[in-house]
Nanobody
Framework: QVQLVESGGGLVQTGDSLRLSCAAS????????MGWFRQAPGKEREFVAA????????YYADSVKGRFTISRDNAKNTVDLQMNSLKPEDTAVYYC???????????????????WGQGTQVTVSS
């Protein structure tokens, strides 16, 4: 079993920054790709960013490319999402997720992510 706990959400203004963190426990964190997803009110959950098991590659949704940065610290079992230049349309509940396959390539489909955190709310006011 894997436990993922997100933190760092909050209420900010347009243009501000936030850093989300996800702490993992329960299995060898360093062997699995990790992703961040988000779900806005009334919308489907969507992919935001992902990082390979060793941190060697990252991938972003077009909507956040150039503004968000995903990173991981395998020694601390954490994966972070640095969010800069936030916009009202970034308002959502943000979830971190762990890929179900060992040392997989980056994948964006939610179905391949086996474990999910409880989410953290990010609200960007205009």
């Amino acid at each position: 079993q894997v436990q993922l706990v997100e933190s760092g959400g909050g209420l900010v203004q347009t243009g501000d920054s936030l850093r989300l963190s996800c702490a993992a426990s329960g299995r060898t964190f360093s062997n699995y790709a990790m992703g961040w997803f988000r779900q806005a009110p009334g919308k489907e959950r969507e992919f935001v960013a992902a990082i390979t098991w060793n941190g060697g590659r990252t991938y972003y949704a077009d909507s956040v490319k150039g503004r968000f940065t995903i990173s991981r610290d395998n020694a601390k079992n954490t994966v972070d999402l640095q969010m800069n230049s936030l916009k009202p349309e970034d308002t959502a509940v943000y979830y971190c997720a762990a890929d179900g396959d060992l040392r997989s390539k980056i994948r964006v489909a939610m179905s391949v992510y086996e474990y999910w955190g409880q989410g953290t709310q990010v609200t960007v006011s205009s």
